[in-house]
């Protein structure tokens, strides 16, 4: 306990020696002050509306500049800069001053008659038209403090809404159709915000109903509040449309010609040669980049049809979702002989058709191996003049175990081999196509999403050689498909998922071992994965400026069902467990495998997070199968799940094998089910720095108990139990560094363990025994990775 205080305290100790060795005015100017801090009342007495609270917290937003930043009630930044600070441009000093520090904000800074202006105008704006702002400040020892008092009464509140629609134009009976969907109510709070919205809704119908040229700002409101009686706050609002609003603005119109420059770059002079006429479009200049037929899928823009806001933003989302483009714009022209009309001009500014990309890496995976890695790649975004990505890779890694286990002697029986210092490599080659389209042998009808539909297909192969164990070839083909009906709904369908792993070249070690765990040497078997995988995304990550954000991804994995059921109806003999079923003298996987992995982030002010995590996932192997295969089975530990914890050093249940330190050890920690949990709390430091603190928990189990053929338990204490599970969940804590760049995070986080699940009852709870070191029983993982965890 006295070296957990220590840590703790240290950190502390530092802040405090910063901030409390070098006073926070010590380069303030003599004469002048800090700007301390600020609060903000506001006194209604009389407004019925009850919105002081919310009030008060929008007005605090208008004050500018903010003070410096604080935690606690301690300025670290402003501290910073004070014990570093320097008049010289350059040197470590400078750069920590002006990097991680932050330069005092200083009172005379600060206008406080405009920001009370500016508060004034929210209020009035509210409806508060008779407000009265003012504003009182306290300095002492070179500290400004700043208090605003807003004095309001009772709100004006909307009487009668109009809409002056006189004209017999067909805009003011379009405009009068839209009247029932007002947001604004007779008898609400008066509110300028919401009038604007309302504009904004009128110009935003008439944009789909032809109306080309109409905009917001042609409408007007007039607000009378002279209608009230003694003492009653009742404004009377009128809309109407100014008079100022040329006649091609309040005119529709439909669309005649649609040109299409398939291939377009700036400076191109337009010329309208080697046009193309493909069912009512002008394909300019060719089909030699992309055919016409796949890009018109994409295209909602119709000849003789009213012009619409809408299938002019289907259309640019659809064609910016095409590979072979790096930028869509579409224009229009009043057409030079029917006024009435609109030309439209799509012009697709091709993006690089062909890339060829080399990228080093460090690798760590969550089976516990790490090591160097080279992955090249090449793209062609345009493969057969239908915008078709076309991807191919090829990956080597060169690894070695360094999940905690591996350097230790082998189980009882079984020799030691195979070299440690290059445990694994890892070659692995894989070519996939997407076409932004459905390719189906059915007739499906053109979707209207914002994002395209796409079809995939993929192929691959990859040779793992574990030295000293087995090496295994696996082979893999997939067709599915990608359907975004909605900004937050994904569908993922891959109606053909093949695999086949091949074990091969296991040394007499690694025979000894499996015959030793008959369970695990099922799940080695050589076997086909015939089946498909389903998979729901619901994300609002994509609504940046929401409080709560939500994330859920199921998956549904099935495999060897229909091709069971296809042996049944001809007649083969009931699979057994020692005579499965086969398909090209390989037994074939039987099973169903369900994962959810749940998020739940609560942005707090503008860059902390509070993210809540959740992941429980269940695999059943049956029919055909005895056990799931080994690639398919669920393990817990490392950067991305409990962080306390080595890769696949937890798990199932209570289970520990007696040779923990056994190179061959990590084979054993994989399950049937998985329930991992997290919570995580994210928060600024300085510049690019971003700091976490954590808390994990989680394990894996099996389904059934496991003996061998001499009848023994294997594994003991895996099996899951619904009135114990929560018993036997391991349990870490700690806190982590981010660098936090725009366009990649690298991530360091120490996990510290709280529970250790293997360990007897009531020796469960480790952290009074925590050695503050990173060796032995108890000690801290330094987890080293590139992304947020989650």
């Keep these: 306990m006295k070296r957990i205080k220590g840590i703790c305290i240290l950190p502390l100790l530092l802040m405090l020696l910063l901030t409390s060795g070098c006073s926070v005015t010590k380069v303030v100017p003599e004469g002048k002050a800090l700007f301390w801090e600020y609060d903000v009342k506001v006194k209604g007495e009389n407004d019925s509306s009850d919105r002081s609270a919310e009030l008060e917290t929008t007005l605090s937003q208008i004050v500018r500049p903010d003070p410096n930043a604080s935690i606690l009630g301690l300025r670290p930044k402003l501290a910073i800069y004070n014990a570093f600070y320097t008049e010289k441009e350059k040197g470590v000093k400078h750069w920590i001053m002006t990097t991680l520090g932050e330069p005092p904000v200083l009172y005379t800074e600060l206008d406080t008659g405009t920001v009370s202006e500016l508060m004034s105008n929210y209020l009035h704006n509210k409806g508060y038209f008779n407000n009265t702002v003012g504003s009182t400040t306290t300095i002492e020892n070179q500290k400004a403090a700043v208090s605003w008092t807003a004095k309001v009464g009772e709100p004006y509140r909307y009487r009668k809404i109009a809409y002056i629609l006189n004209d017999s134009l067909p805009v003011y009976q379009d405009i009068e159709q839209t009247i029932d969907e007002s947001l604004l109510e007779t008898g609400e709070t008066y509110g300028l915000e919401t009038m604007t919205a309302e504009r904004l809704r009128i110009a935003g119908i008439l944009k789909n109903e032809g109306y080309y040229f109409f905009g917001p700002e042609l409408l007007i409101f007039s607000a009378d509040t002279t209608v009230g009686e003694a003492g009653e706050r009742l404004v009377d609002v009128l809309l109407r449309v100014k008079n100022a609003a040329s006649p091609k603005a309040l005119r529709q119109y439909t669309l005649d010609d649609i040109y299409i420059f398939a291939n377009y770059s700036l400076g191109d002079s337009l010329a309208l040669n080697d046009t193309i006429n493909y069912r009512g479009y002008h394909y300019i200049p060719n089909e030699n980049y992309v055919q016409a037929k796949h890009l018109l899928r994409s295209v909602f823009l119709e000849h003789d049809s009213l012009y619409t806001r809408e299938e002019h933003l289907l259309t640019t989302k659809r064609l910016a979702a095409f590979p072979a483009y790096k930028f869509v714009n579409i224009d229009y022209k009043v057409d030079t002989v029917n006024n009435d009309a609109l030309d439209a001009f799509i012009y697709l500014t091709p993006a690089l058709k062909k890339s060829l990309r080399a990228e080093a890496q460090m690798v760590n995976k969550s089976n516990g191996f790490a090591g160097p890695g080279l992955n090249i790649s090449f793209r062609n975004r345009n493969t057969f003049r239908g915008s078709e990505l076309l991807n191919l890779e090829l990956s080597g890694t060169f690894e070695s175990f360094v999940g905690g286990r591996g350097t230790g002697e082998a189980p009882e029986g079984v020799e030691q081999v195979g070299n440690q210092n290059l445990t694994s490599y890892e070659i692995s080659a894989r070519a996939s196509l997407t076409f932004p389209r459905i390719l189906s042998p059915f007739n499906i009808r053109n979707l209207r999403t914002e994002f395209a539909p796409q079809t995939r297909i993929g192929a691959g192969f990859s040779l793992l050689n574990r030295v000293g164990f087995f090496r295994m070839n696996s082979y893999s083909a997939t067709y599915g498909y990608t359907y975004r009906p909605t900004q937050t709904l994904t569908f993922d369908v891959t109606p053909i998922n093949l695999q086949y792993v091949q074990l091969s070249n296991t040394t007499d070690a690694f025979e000894t071992y499996l015959e030793r765990n008959p369970f695990l040497q099922r799940s080695f078997e050589n076997q086909f994965i015939i089946g498909s995988i389903y998979q729901l995304t619901y994300s609002t990550q994509v609504f940046e400026d929401r409080t709560h954000q939500f994330f859920d991804r199921v998956i549904l994995d099935l495999s060897g069902n229909s091709l069971n059921a296809f042996q049944s109806l001809t007649g083969f003999p009931p699979p057994t467990p020692d005579e499965p079923r086969t398909i090209a003298g390989s037994q074939f996987s039987q099973y169903v495998l369900l994962d959810n992995d749940f998020r739940h982030y609560l942005n707090i002010g503008k860059e902390s997070q509070l993210v809540t995590r959740l992941v429980a996932g269940a695999g059943y192997a049956y029919g055909n199968s005895t056990t799931l295969p080994y690639v398919k089975q669920f393990s817990v530990g490392g950067p991305n799940s409990i962080r306390a914890f080595r890769a696949r050093s937890i798990g199932p249940g209570t289970f520990r094998d007696e040779n923990a330190a056994s190179s061959f050890s990590f084979f054993d920690q994989v399950g049937d089910i998985r329930l991992v949990g997290n919570l995580e709390y994210r928060f600024p430091i300085a510049g690019f720095f971003k700091g976490a603190v954590f808390v994990d928990a989680g394990n894996i189990w ?48 120490l996990g510290i363990p709280v529970r250790v699940p293997y360990l007897p009852q009531g020796e469960r709870f480790v952290l009074n025994e925590f050695n503050g070191s990173f060796s032995g029983e108890n000690s801290m993982v330094l987890n080293i990775a590139i992304g947020y965890p989650f």
Excluded: P, S, Y
């Design 702 to 749: 099996t389904f059934q108990e496991e003996f061998n053929d001499a009848g023994e338990l294997l594994r003991e204490g895996g099996v899951f139990d619904a009135n114990n599970f929560v018993n036997e969940l391991a349990v870490g804590t700690g806190f982590g560094l981010r660098i936090d760049i725009e366009f990649f995070v690298i991530r360091l986080d």
